[in-house]
């Protein structure tokens, strides 16, 4: 059975969890009827309801009518929605996903205290419009849950297999990497407002650029520095421009961000308990 057949409760319905429901609907492949999001503040749950999802405060509930949990909380959140819905859950029946930073396999399945199968998904909040880059840890898992795992978030974006030990390595380039490239594109704005343009402008002509770059590489499969060649003429103004940057730590300051968010998101959870 496809997860088209499947009831799903997405356990944090905040930024993420509202984002991937959205996803899901939009791929075809979910019913927004056949989703549960629950927060504690429902007030903020209401549009989604309005558009035919189910909406509750109560995690219990919700499990026991979902066939697949997705846990969208934050980390220091988790020990006590795990501890409210441990009992409800069933590993015959239960599929739990969790897209939670920093927590493991064996971490959630320690606190639930059943013998579930759990697969860890990192997905970005690209995955409203469907262009995540989701990487997914589902070794552990059997067969049918690991496609039902990758049919999920391929609906809803790009995926790739990790290994676990490398999710919050995922977690800083890719989950949070939405935040780099988009302040450097704010960065690419203010620079261009500066230079002439209005900065509505501005960022529309930032943007699309930088949608073309990264298109550049995923259609050609080249290096970004081959693309980089064709664009820096000798004497140019482009190599002038991208040295002034270097001199100044671009990608030293990106390479040293990356390290840091994967270091501090090894920490999310366990420096918590
Ligand atoms: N934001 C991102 O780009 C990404 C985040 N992640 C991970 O996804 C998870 C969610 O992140 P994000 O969506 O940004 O965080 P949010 O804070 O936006 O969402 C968390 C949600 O959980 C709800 N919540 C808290 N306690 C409970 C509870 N007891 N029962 C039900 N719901 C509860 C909160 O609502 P209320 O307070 O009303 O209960 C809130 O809406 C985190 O673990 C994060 O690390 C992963 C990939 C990308
Ligand atoms: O900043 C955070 O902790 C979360 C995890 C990945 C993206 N946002």
Do not use: W
């Amino acid at each position: 059975m496809g997860s088209e057949n499947k009831k799903v409760a997405i356990l944090g319905g905040g930024n993420m969890g509202v984002a991937l429901a959205k996803g899901m609907v939009a791929s075809g492949k979910h019913e927004a009827a056949d989703i549960t999001l629950t927060r504690r503040n429902l007030r903020l749950l209401e549009g989604m309801a309005r558009e035919g999802y189910t909406i509750t405060s109560d995690n219990v509930q919700a499990v026991e009518n979902a066939d697949i949990l997705i846990l969208s909380i934050l980390p220091q959140q988790l020990n006590s929605v795990l501890d409210t819905i441990a009992e409800s859950i069933n590993p015959q029946r239960h599929l739990l996903i969790s897209i939670v930073t920093g927590v493991t396999v064996v971490d959630i399945q320690k606190r639930v205290g059943k013998d579930l199968e759990v697969v860890r998904a990192m997905p970005n909040t690209a995955i409203a419009i469907r262009e995540s880059m989701t990487c997914i840890s589902s070794s552990k898992a059997s067969a049918a849950n690991q496609a039902l795992v990758k049919e999920i978030f391929e609906a809803v974006g790009e995926t790739v297999e990790i290994e676990e030990e490398l999710m919050t390595s995922a977690t800083a380039l890719c989950a949070c990497g939405i935040a780099f490239f988009l302040r450097s594109i704010r960065a690419a704005t203010q620079g261009g407002t500066e230079i002439g343009f209005h900065a509505a402008d501005a960022l529309r002509m930032a943007a699309q650029t930088a949608k073309g770059a990264a298109s550049l590489l995923l259609h050609f499969q080249s290096h970004p520095e081959n693309e980089i060649d064709k664009v820096t003429s000798p004497k140019g103004c482009t190599i002038a421009g991208l040295n002034e940057m270097e001199h100044n730590g671009f990608s030293s300051a990106l390479i040293k961000g990356i390290k840091t968010s994967s270091i501090k998101a090894e920490q999310l959870y366990h420096n918590e308990k």
